[in-house]
């Protein structure tokens, strides 16, 4: 088993040009790693092997958006058949009308959908769609919830206990955020439905749209309550506001995402990850009424939206191989494996007489080392020693041949079998248990 760091002299020498050239030798902050992140040479299947030879289960998949692993066959094919014929056009492609008429298909609520290059741009059209139907400027979105780097998602997205009150504060993410993107954003704690009504009677007439991810995981990956959703979606739509699903992330969870699983039809939903199968994308759909905005066949649309590579064949090609491959069976699988880890992590908990707790729905599921009731942002904000145990959990499990995110979440794949979920297990129990002695 791999040493980290010792046995990545590799990815230290790499590190090291890397700071030459970047800013911190980074150029993506979440796969940064103190003294220096693992440098992947290849991936196939449900692992990875990095530049020094050492093999890990790859636990993160790319942050959620590898639901087949890599170098799935039908995926590679797929974009082998592609590349010869081009990469991308100034014109769109037949390619764009069948992903796109495998998505409305698989989502109720959505009549129509545009691409974009990025769950961060999709998100960040759904907001501006909102806006453009509605003529308001505000959004209301939850504390402690990440949904891309626009500027207005970005609000208190890692607001501290300082800014805590009975209404969060609206916090910046990052410095020289200005004024008037946190005038317009409202921030409300998680599963709180008198707060949200609250929030709507007194400011109702200028609220957009309410934005949420309903399995948020820099909140903590806890499941939005159904009464809650469908609160939701009442409130908002009896003050002329929309409610806009982030499925970014979620949409991994079922055949029609979460709210398939829910039984929610929000008004927009932007989606990313998964539906590019391995390739940067990301899209908007919703109503056609509300997607009308976009429509620019009878002049200058109310919201025009373009983008140089959006919707291009490769992409496309890959996502449509990639979702076609996701069958209702896929997920039956999915849950059952994911039902099998969250179930042994809380055993591995309690073995070692370890504070913690496993969450999550799926092929998803996130630890957190606190006995406190997971709720909420505000509950499973870390302290000092939950963070240094966070650390330890991630370089335990590196140097134990498992990659996973450093704040504790895991995503599982297709190619994964139950022995492979036993190995990984096996890395987490003995992880906890060196974590527990210290």
Same mark, same amino acid.
């Given at each position: 088993?791999?040493?980290?760091?010792?046995?990545?002299?590799?990815?230290?020498?790499?590190? %090291?040009?890397?700071?030459?050239?970047?800013?911190?030798?980074?150029?993506?902050?979440?796969?940064?790693?103190?003294?220096?992140?693992?440098?992947?040479?290849?991936?196939?299947?449900?692992?990875?092997? $990095?530049?020094?030879?050492?093999?890990?289960?790859?636990?993160?998949?790319?942050?959620?958006?590898? =639901?087949?692993?890599? #170098?799935?066959? &039908?995926?590679?094919?797929?974009?082998? /058949?592609?590349?010869?014929?081009?990469?991308?056009?100034? #014109?769109?492609?037949?390619? /764009? =009308? *069948?992903?796109?008429?495998?998505? +409305? %298909?698989?989502?109720?609520?959505?009549?129509?959908?545009?691409?974009?290059?990025?769950?961060?741009?999709?998100?960040?059209?759904?907001? @501006?769609?909102?806006?453009?139907?509605?003529?308001?400027? @505000? =959004?209301?979105?939850? %504390?402690?919830?990440?949904?891309?780097?626009? $500027?207005?998602? /970005?609000?208190?997205? &890692?607001?501290?206990?300082?800014?805590?009150? $009975?209404?969060?504060?609206?916090?910046?993410?990052?410095?020289?955020?200005?004024?008037?993107?946190?005038?317009? !954003?409202?921030?409300?704690?998680?599963?709180?439905? /008198?707060?949200?009504?609250?929030?709507?009677?007194?400011?109702?007439?200028?609220?957009?749209?309410?934005?949420?991810?309903?399995?948020?995981?820099?909140?903590?990956?806890?499941?939005?309550?159904?009464?809650?959703?469908?609160?939701?979606? *009442?409130?908002?739509?009896?003050?002329?506001?929309?409610? =806009?699903? &982030?499925?970014?992330?979620?949409?991994?969870?079922?055949?029609?995402?979460?709210?398939?699983?829910?039984?929610? #039809?929000?008004?927009?939903?932007?989606?990313?990850?998964?539906?590019?199968?391995?390739?940067?994308?990301?899209?908007?759909?919703?109503?056609?009424? +509300?997607?009308?905005?976009?429509?620019?066949?009878?002049? @200058?649309?109310?919201?025009?939206?373009?983008?140089?590579?959006?919707?291009?064949?490769?992409?496309?090609?890959?996502?449509?191989?990639?979702?076609?491959?996701?069958?209702?069976?896929?997920?039956?699988?999915?849950?059952?494996?994911?039902?099998?880890?969250?179930?042994?992590?809380?055993?591995?908990?309690?073995?070692?007489?370890?504070?913690?707790?496993?969450?999550?729905?799926?092929?998803?599921?996130?630890?957190?080392?606190?006995?406190?009731?997971?709720? &909420?942002?505000?509950?499973?904000?870390?302290?000092?020693? *939950?963070?240094? @145990?966070?650390?330890?959990?991630?370089?335990?499990?590196?140097?134990?041949? !498992?990659?996973? #995110?450093?704040?504790?979440?895991?995503?599982?794949?297709?190619?994964?079998?139950?022995?492979?979920?036993?190995?990984?297990?096996?890395?987490?129990? *003995?992880?906890?248990? %060196?974590?527990?002695?210290?």
């Amino acid at each position: 088993m791999p040493h980290y760091p010792d046995a990545m002299p590799g990815s230290k020498t790499l590190f %090291e040009r890397a700071r030459k050239v970047m800013p911190g030798g980074n150029t993506r902050t979440t796969v940064f790693v103190d003294p220096f992140p693992i440098y992947a040479a290849r991936g196939e299947g449900c692992r990875v092997w $990095d530049v020094d030879g050492n093999v890990y289960y790859d636990c993160i998949n790319n942050f959620t958006s590898m =639901i087949h692993g890599h #170098a799935h066959p &039908d995926v590679t094919a797929a974009v082998v /058949e592609q590349l010869p014929l081009g990469t991308a056009f100034g #014109a769109p492609t037949p390619s /764009e =009308i *069948e992903l796109a008429e495998l998505l +409305v %298909e698989r989502l109720p609520s959505v009549d129509r959908i545009r691409f974009t290059n990025s769950g961060t741009e999709g998100v960040m059209m759904a907001i @501006k769609a909102a806006r453009a139907f509605t003529g308001r400027p @505000k =959004i209301v979105k939850i %504390e402690g919830a990440y949904h891309g780097s626009y $500027d207005f998602a /970005e609000v208190s997205l &890692d607001s501290s206990p300082a800014d805590w009150g $009975d209404l969060p504060k609206s916090t910046p993410y990052a410095k020289g955020t200005p004024r008037g993107v946190l005038d317009d !954003v409202i921030a409300v704690p998680f599963n709180d439905t /008198e707060v949200l009504r609250a929030v709507f009677a007194a400011d109702g007439d200028n609220i957009a749209g309410v934005l949420i991810d309903p399995m948020p995981n820099r909140a903590g990956l806890i499941p939005a309550r159904q009464d809650y959703l469908h609160a939701m979606v *009442e409130i908002a739509h009896a003050a002329g506001a929309l409610v =806009i699903f &982030d499925e970014v992330i979620s949409f991994r969870l079922g055949w029609s995402g979460a709210q398939g699983l829910w039984g929610i #039809a929000p008004d927009l939903t932007a989606l990313g990850k998964i539906i590019g199968g391995g390739f940067p994308v990301g899209a908007v759909g919703g109503r056609a009424d +509300v997607m009308a905005v976009f429509d620019p066949t009878a002049g @200058k649309p109310a919201l025009p939206h373009g983008g140089t590579f959006t919707a291009n064949p490769v992409t496309m090609r890959a996502g449509l191989a990639s979702m076609r491959a996701l069958t209702t069976e896929s997920f039956a699988r999915l849950d059952r494996l994911g039902t099998f880890m969250r179930e042994s992590v809380a055993a591995s908990f309690q073995k070692h007489g370890l504070a913690g707790q496993c969450v999550g729905l799926g092929s998803l599921f996130r630890v957190h080392f606190t006995s406190r009731p997971v709720m &909420d942002y505000r509950s499973v904000y870390p302290g000092q020693a *939950e963070r240094r @145990k966070f650390d330890a959990f991630h370089k335990g499990l590196l140097g134990r041949g !498992v990659l996973s #995110a450093n704040y504790g979440l895991f995503a599982l794949s297709t190619p994964m079998t139950e022995e492979d979920a036993r190995a990984i297990l096996q890395a987490i129990d *003995e992880t906890f248990g %060196e974590i527990a002695q210290s």
